[in-house]
């Protein structure tokens, strides 16, 4: 019996750094090279290697008291990591029930970017932009602003992109949308958002909406909060369920990598 759960746990542990693995370099080939898909990918990585040469592993770990007591500890640290993420993803889904509440008048909206491909939005992206859009026509006194810089290959900036889509795919007028070109990343998106708000005389210390993945929520919400905005209101839109799951896992890295290079 318990030579047929070692085979099965080891079978799990190959299947699960394999997806992660994947999943990963396929980020990182894309140009998203990141504490949020580096760090993954290496524990990904750890699996496979844990799954196919576990009995090789073990043997050289029992050879020395020390190292058998490390194997043991860096599992132990493993399930403390795993008790962490899941308070995380806790946390994330009672974001989430916050972030689906009505959304009151507001000063602006800003529309956080998510990549694009071949000159249109990721689905992700699309998602967002579509989730804004009910918004941005129920508040036409409200300043909408599509927030993202030129990505790797390409040649437009992701906020044309987006303001391109918010006008064919929902008919919203192109001089009612406001866009930032520059920024790479969330801090950046919201910092030279600013810019743009203060020339529009809209304060931060205003409410104003920021629409992003439901996923992004906890991050954007507490990196808004260190910048200065003192009512930030997160409109979180759904991540499609093929990715879903690996961006909730994702998000977690990047929510750490956040918090060490001082982003909150």
């Not at 993803?89 to 800003?110: C, D, G, M, N, Y």
């Amino acid at each position: 019996m318990a030579k047929k759960l070692l085979i099965i746990a080891r079978v799990g542990l190959v299947a699960i750094g394999a997806v992660i693995m994947v999943d990963c370099a396929v980020l990182m080939t894309v140009g998203k090279i990141n504490f949020g898909t580096v760090v993954p990918f290496l524990l990904g990585s750890v699996f496979v290697t844990h799954g196919i040469f576990w009995h090789a592993i073990r043997k050289f770990t029992r050879q020395n008291p020390f190292r058998n007591r490390l194997w043991y500890a860096l599992w132990l640290l493993f399930f403390i990591w795993l008790i962490s993420f899941g308070l995380f993803i806790f946390s994330l889904q009672q974001q989430i029930k916050r972030s689906a509440q009505p959304v009151p008048e507001v000063a602006a909206i800003i529309v956080l970017g998510s990549g694009t491909i071949a000159g249109k939005p990721t689905p992700t992206l699309a998602q967002r932009l579509d989730t804004a859009a009910p918004l941005i026509k129920a508040q036409p006194e409200a300043l909408a602003l599509t927030s993202g810089g030129i990505g790797m290959g390409q040649t437009r900036s992701e906020a044309s992109i987006m303001a391109t889509y918010l006008h064919e795919t929902h008919g919203i007028a192109f001089e009612h949308i406001l866009q930032e070109g520059k920024s790479t990343s969330t801090a950046e998106n919201l910092i030279y958002s600013q810019v743009i708000l203060a020339a529009k005389e809209v304060p931060i210390t205003a409410p104003i909406a920021i629409v992003t993945s439901d996923f992004h929520t906890i991050r954007a919400a507490a990196i808004a909060k260190h910048q200065g905005y003192q009512r930030p209101i997160l409109l979180a839109s759904p991540t499609p369920l093929s990715i879903r799951y690996n961006a909730w896992f994702r998000e977690y890295f990047a929510f750490v990598s956040g918090w060490l290079f001082g982003e909150y």
